[in-house]
């Protein structure tokens, strides 16, 4: 395995050159040239950023490297070489050179990381971190090299079997002060390396009965938790932000992040709603009842919209699939709703999306993430002339012009009383007349921008 590979060279473990080329809509596949981006310009600009930064691009650790392709009833079907390396650090390093090489294919700006995907569990917390620190090293030494930026880290709180009844919501206060430690050391080494963002997913925080469960004092620990979090991120100066993944239900029954609405709720009982922000994953958000855009819209609107995990749920299956996003309509209505929240900011686009077990082939990670972020770039081109158009947002400002009347404003000031309000019936015989909300003509509209 090659560390270093400069540009044009080969790479050691795809088969493709070391950065696939922006070659327009029009590109046609070759021998030489199977596979270059069709919309991914990066240095295009649209809406005054480049594609680039619009995006913001990452690689995640986990599927992509840590993942073997098991499934409930299969065995691992990859074979990676980095699981044949020798001992388990030896097989971290591998792991790390490969996940490099994948990056410069792809040209991909970020990448993301928990804890345990990067180095192995030791013998105990100092030895885990002393591991995680070695891989730390390594990844700092090949991010000057490379240029690749870290989008966020996040610690494993929910695999190793002390985890089984939750980190921060466990009845045992032990638990909890283990994963305090754990989340310090990460959030520590995600502060060095520079990363824009720390997630926090709850992977365990939930229950599986009521009957063994104090459901209050749960979310009160998961408050204490938080905060001190945010408490540290001050403390050692780290300008990132904290982000929580909402997920409604799996690996527990019922987790208590389920949608970006309860998130907030919490936020606010815990004063952290100005503090957390929250990373979104379109599976996550299908698994709760809502789409992808939903959750996008309302975290813009309550301020709290962080980042993005991109992937698929499948809509046949009740799960987490975890697919790699390629269905446009979809992905060009989330983008659409980014741009309105304000743009991805810090935060970005992170393929939290795996392989099906059955593409085994290395180039297959490739495949997987160049179509995607060709996908997500396209969609962004899709909501960018949405936006520069301005049919749709004009359509809804119609729809609530009248809010903007002296009478509509001073209802919202809280000038007119339940009492006026009546008399105003009353006095000018009032009998509001349906206006047609016309979904089909805005959904005409929105295909022709495709
Ligand atoms: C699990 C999930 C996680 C988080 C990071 O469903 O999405 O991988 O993104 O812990
Ligand atoms: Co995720």
Same mark, same amino acid.
Not at 214 to 241: S, T
Not at 396 to 411: F, K, T
Not at 425 to 445: F, I
């Given at each position: 395995?090659?560390?270093?590979?400069?540009?044009?060279?080969?790479?050691?473990?795809?088969?493709?050159?070391?950065?696939?080329?922006?070659?327009?809509?029009?590109?046609?596949?070759?021998?030489? $040239?199977?596979? =270059?981006?069709?919309?991914?310009?990066?240095?295009? +600009?649209?809406?005054?950023?480049?594609?680039?930064?619009?995006?913001?691009?990452?690689?995640?650790?986990?599927?992509?490297?840590?993942?073997?392709?098991?499934?409930?009833?299969?065995?691992?079907?990859?074979?990676?070489?980095?699981?044949?390396?020798?001992?388990?650090?030896?097989?971290?390093?591998?792991?790390?050179?490969?996940?490099?090489?994948?990056?410069?294919?792809?040209?991909?700006?970020?990448?993301?990381?928990?804890?345990?995907?990067?180095?192995?569990?030791?013998? !105990?917390?100092?030895?885990?971190?002393?591991?995680?620190?070695?891989?730390?090293?390594?990844? #700092?030494?090949?991010?000057?090299?490379?240029?690749?930026?870290?989008?966020?880290?996040?610690?494993?709180?929910?695999?190793?079997?002390?985890?089984?009844?939750?980190? #921060? !919501?466990?009845?045992?206060?032990?638990?909890?002060?283990?994963? =305090?430690?754990?989340?310090?050391?990460?959030?520590? *080494? /995600?502060?060095?390396?520079?990363?824009?963002?720390?997630?926090?997913?709850?992977?365990?925080?939930?229950?599986?009965?009521? +009957?063994?469960?104090? *459901?209050?004092?749960?979310?009160?620990?998961?408050?204490?938790?938080?905060?001190?979090?945010?408490?540290?991120?001050?403390?050692?100066?780290?300008?990132?932000?904290?982000?929580?993944?909402?997920?409604?239900?799996?690996? /527990?029954?019922?987790?208590?992040?389920?949608?970006?609405? /309860?998130?907030?709720?919490?936020?606010?009982?815990?004063?952290?709603?100005?503090?957390?922000?929250?990373?979104?994953?379109?599976?996550?958000?299908?698994?709760?009842?809502?789409?992808?855009?939903?959750?996008? =819209?309302?975290?813009?609107?309550?301020?709290?919209?962080?980042?993005?995990?991109?992937?698929?749920?499948?809509?046949?299956?009740?799960?987490?699939?975890?697919?790699?996003?390629?269905?446009?309509?979809?992905?060009?209505?989330?983008?659409?709703?980014?741009?309105?929240?304000?743009?991805?900011?810090?935060?970005?686009?992170?393929?939290?999306?795996?392989?099906?077990?059955?593409?085994?082939?290395?180039?297959?990670?490739?495949?997987?993430?160049?179509?995607?972020?060709?996908?997500?770039? &396209?969609?962004?081109?899709?909501?960018?002339?949405?936006?520069?158009?301005?049919?749709?947002? &004009?359509?809804?400002?119609?729809?609530?012009?009248?809010?903007?009347?002296?009478?509509?404003? #001073?209802?919202?000031?809280?000038?007119?009383?339940?009492?006026?309000?009546? %008399?105003?019936?009353?006095? %000018?015989?009032?009998?509001?007349?349906?206006?047609?909300?016309?979904?089909?003509?805005? $959904?005409?509209?929105?295909?022709?921008?495709?």
């Amino acid at each position: 395995m090659r560390h270093d590979l400069a540009s044009g060279q080969r790479s050691a473990y795809f088969s493709f050159p070391s950065a696939l080329a922006y070659r327009g809509p029009g590109h046609v596949p070759s021998a030489q $040239e199977p596979l =270059a981006y069709r919309y991914y310009d990066k240095n295009r +600009l649209v809406l005054g950023k480049s594609m680039a930064e619009q995006l913001r691009f990452a690689v995640c650790y986990w599927h992509s490297f840590g993942w073997g392709g098991t499934d409930p009833f299969g065995e691992p079907s990859f074979q990676r070489p980095w699981h044949a390396a020798g001992d388990p650090m030896a097989q971290a390093h591998a792991k790390a050179d490969v996940a490099f090489e994948l990056f410069r294919v792809l040209d991909a700006p970020f990448f993301t990381f928990h804890d345990r995907d990067v180095a192995p569990e030791g013998a !105990t917390l100092a030895e885990s971190n002393a591991n995680l620190r070695r891989i730390g090293d390594v990844f #700092a030494r090949k991010m000057q090299d490379t240029g690749v930026r870290l989008l966020w880290g996040t610690a494993n709180l929910f695999s190793n079997r002390r985890y089984m009844a939750g980190a #921060a !919501t466990n009845p045992d206060p032990e638990v909890f002060t283990y994963a =305090a430690a754990q989340v310090k050391n990460v959030l520590e *080494l /995600t502060h060095e390396l520079g990363g824009a963002n720390y997630v926090l997913w709850g992977g365990r925080e939930g229950y599986e009965t009521l +009957l063994n469960t104090d *459901l209050q004092r749960e979310l009160a620990q998961l408050g204490r938790f938080l905060n001190l979090v945010v408490e540290h991120k001050h403390k050692i100066g780290f300008k990132g932000q904290i982000l929580i993944e909402p997920k409604p239900a799996e690996p /527990t029954k019922h987790q208590y992040d389920y949608d970006v609405g /309860t998130v907030y709720g919490f936020l606010r009982a815990h004063g952290l709603e100005k503090e957390v922000k929250v990373n979104l994953e379109q599976n996550h958000a299908l698994l709760a009842g809502h789409t992808f855009e939903h959750e996008i =819209a309302l975290a813009g609107a309550l301020g709290i919209f962080g980042s993005l995990d991109m992937n698929r749920g499948d809509e046949m299956l009740g799960w987490d699939t975890d697919q790699f996003p390629n269905n446009l309509p979809q992905v060009a209505m989330a983008m659409y709703e980014v741009l309105k929240a304000g743009g991805i900011g810090q935060g970005g686009l992170n393929f939290d999306a795996k392989l099906r077990r059955q593409s085994i082939d290395p180039d297959d990670l490739v495949w997987a993430h160049a179509t995607a972020m060709d996908l997500c770039a &396209r969609a962004l081109l899709v909501a960018e002339q949405m936006l520069a158009d301005g049919a749709l947002q &004009r359509h809804v400002q119609d729809r609530y012009a009248g809010w903007e009347s002296d009478d509509g404003r #001073a209802i919202l000031r809280g000038e007119r009383s339940l009492e006026d309000l009546a %008399r105003e019936v009353e006095k %000018r015989g009032l009998e509001p007349q349906p206006r047609s909300a016309r979904q089909e003509r805005l $959904e005409h509209l929105v295909n022709s921008y495709f």
